[in-house]
C-alpha cells in the first residue's frame, strides 16, 4: 500500500471544493493546497487543506473549522489553547503530530502531520471496521492505549471524542490518535442553535441540555457527557464503543434518531453480547457508572496484552518512539518522489530502513510504482520474513508477480493473503484475475 500515490491524484473523489480555498491555491501566501478533505455536507464541521510548503517541499495537513463556527477571534483563541496543549504532546509514535497553530488569513489552522491514505483511500479505523483479523484488532487497541497513556502523562484531561474517524490508521497499519482537544473549545462557545449531526458518518453535535451546552458524536458519547461531565474514563467508554464495532464488524450497539435518544440508550440500555474473547473488556468499558469502568487505559492495556500470546502465540510488541532521524528521512523520501526525484528518494527510504525495518513496505509500493517488480518482490520477501502473516504484503507481493506474468507463484501469494484474512474482496478480485490468466 503506497503511502505517496492518493495524495497526488488531484482529481480523486477526496477532492471536493468546498469554502474559502480551492486547490492550487496559497493559504497564507505559502501552503499549496493539493487536496481537500471534508467540510460543509460531508463532515460535521471541520475541514482539512492537504498542502505542500514550498521552502521545504513537505506535505502538511492544514485543519481548521468551517465558516460558522468561527464566530469571533475570541472563540479562535479557545481553539488556539486546546491546540497547544496538543501541540505540547510533541512526538508519539501512536499520536498525530501537530506542529503548529497558525492564524492565516484571519482563520486559525492547526498545522498537523499528514496521513496518506493507502492505495485503496484508507486512513482511519472506520476504514477498516469489519476486515481486520483478531490479532489485527488487539494490535490496534494496544498502540491507541499507549497513545492515550502517553496523551494523559502529558496533561490531556480527556479526548472527549474518541470515534474511529480520529483514529487514523498508516499504510503499515500504525494507530495515530487525531484531533485532541478540540471538542472541549466547542464546548466553551455559546451557539444559538443545536447543530445535530444527521449523516452516516457520525459527525460531531452541539446542543444544549439541562442548562449546558454539550459537544460529541452522539452514538460514541459517555452518559455522563450528555451531562455536560466527561474525564479520561468517559474516554474508556468511547473506547468501548469503539471496540464494540470492531468485534461486531461495524455495527454500533446503539441506534437512536436524536440526542434525547441517544442519552437514553447510553444512560440505560444493555449491549447484546457478541461470542469475542474481548467482549468482557467491551462491557467493562461501557459500564453507565464511570466508577465501575476500568479507570485507566494502561489497566485496559495490560488486559488485551495478557489475551495477545493465547491468540497469537507470541507476546505483543509495545509502541516505540520513533526516531526522529528516521522521520526526517521519509518526509524527504516523500518530497523527493513528488517532485520526480525516483532515485534520490529510494536512496533516502534505503536509509530509513537501516533505521527502522518498516519501511520496507514503503520502499516496495516506491519501486512497484516505477516498474521495477522484482526489487518490489524482494523487499516484500524481507517484509514477510518477520511478519509472515501480513495478509497485505503476501497480496502486493502477488500483485508484482501478476505484472511479471508469474501467475502461478502469485496464485500462491493470493491465496496465503486469503488465508490470513479471508475477507479481503480485493483479495479475491486479484485471485481471479489471476486464474484467468491461468486458464482455469
Not at 499504510?171 to 462557545?189: M, N, R, S
Not at 522484482?374 to 508477480?401: H, M, R, T, V
Request: aromatic share 12%.
Amino acid at each position: 500500500m503506497s503511502i505517496f500515490g492518493s495524495f497526488w491524484k488531484k482529481n480523486s473523489e477526496h477532492s471536493p471544493k468546498p469554502g474559502k480555498w480551492q486547490v492550487g491555491d496559497k493559504i497564507g501566501g505559502c501552503y499549496e493546497v493539493r487536496q481537500i478533505l471534508g467540510g460543509a455536507g460531508k463532515t460535521g464541521m471541520g475541514i482539512v487543506y492537504a498542502c505542500v510548503e514550498p521552502s521545504n517541499k513537505y506535505i502538511y495537513a492544514l485543519k481548521t473549522f468551517q465558516e460558522n463556527f468561527f464566530p469571533s477571534s475570541e472563540h479562535q483563541s479557545l481553539f488556539k489553547r486546546e491546540a497547544l496543549a496538543w501541540i505540547k504532546l510533541a512526538s508519539h509514535p501512536n499520536i498525530v503530530y501537530a506542529f503548529s497553530a497558525q492564524l492565516l488569513e484571519n482563520r486559525l489552522f492547526i498545522i498537523l502531520e499528514y496521513i496518506n491514505p493507502d492505495a485503496y483511500g484508507r486512513n482511519t479505523l472506520s476504514h477498516y471496521l469489519g476486515k481486520l483479523t483478531f490479532e489485527e484488532m488487539l494490535k490496534i487497541s494496544i498502540q491507541f492505549c499507549h497513545g492515550m497513556e502517553y496523551a494523559y502523562s502529558k496533561g490531556i484531561d480527556a479526548h472527549r471524542d474518541i470515534k474511529p474517524d480520529n483514529i487514523m490508521i498508516t499504510a503499515d497499519k500504525t494507530v495515530k490518535i487525531t484531533d485532541f482537544g478540540l471538542v472541549k473549545a466547542f464546548q466553551e462557545i455559546e451557539f444559538k442553535e443545536n447543530f445535530i449531526s444527521r449523516n452516516e458518518k457520525h459527525s460531531l453535535s452541539i446542543f444544549k441540555s439541562k442548562g449546558k451546552q454539550i459537544c460529541g458524536t452522539l452514538p460514541y458519547m459517555s452518559p455522563e457527557q450528555f451531562d455536560g461531565y466527561a474525564d479520561a474514563r468517559s474516554d474508556v467508554y468511547s473506547f468501548g464503543v469503539t471496540l464494540y464495532q470492531l468485534i461486531s464488524g461495524g455495527r454500533l450497539p446503539f441506534f437512536g434518531k436524536n440526542f434525547e435518544d441517544y442519552e437514553k440508550l447510553h444512560k440505560y440500555r444493555n449491549i447484546d453480547l457478541i461470542k469475542s474473547p474481548l467482549f468482557y473488556i467491551v462491557q467493562k468499558c461501557l459500564e453507565k457508572d464511570p466508577d465501575k469502568r476500568y479507570q485507566s487505559f494502561s489497566i485496559i492495556r495490560e488486559e488485551l496484552q495478557n489475551l495477545f500470546p493465547e491468540q497469537a502465540g507470541r507476546a505483543a510488541k509495545p509502541s516505540t518512539m520513533r526516531n526522529s532521524e528516521d522521520f526526517q528521512l521519509i518526509r524527504e523520501a516523500e518530497t523527493l518522489y513528488s517532485i520526480g526525484k525516483y532515485e534520490d528518494a529510494i536512496r533516502c527510504i534505503d536509509k530509513a530502513i537501516n533505521l527502522n525495518t518498516i519501511w520496507n513496505s514503503s520502499k516496495a509500493e516506491m519501486l512497484t510504482r516505477l516498474g521495477r517488480y522484482q526489487e518490489s518482490i524482494d523487499c516484500y520477501d524481507k517484509i514477510l520474513s518477520f511478519d509472515p502473516k501480513n495478509s497485505i504484503a503476501w497480496f502486493d507481493k502477488g500483485a508484482s508477480l501478476m505484472r511479471l506474468a508469474r501467475y502461478q507463484e502469485a496464485l500462491q501469494c493470493l491465496n496465503e493473503a486469503l488465508r490470513i484474512n479471508p475477507g479481503l474482496t480485493f483479495v479475491q478480485n486479484e485471485r481471479i484475475n489471476c486464474l484467468k490468466k491461468l486458464g482455469r
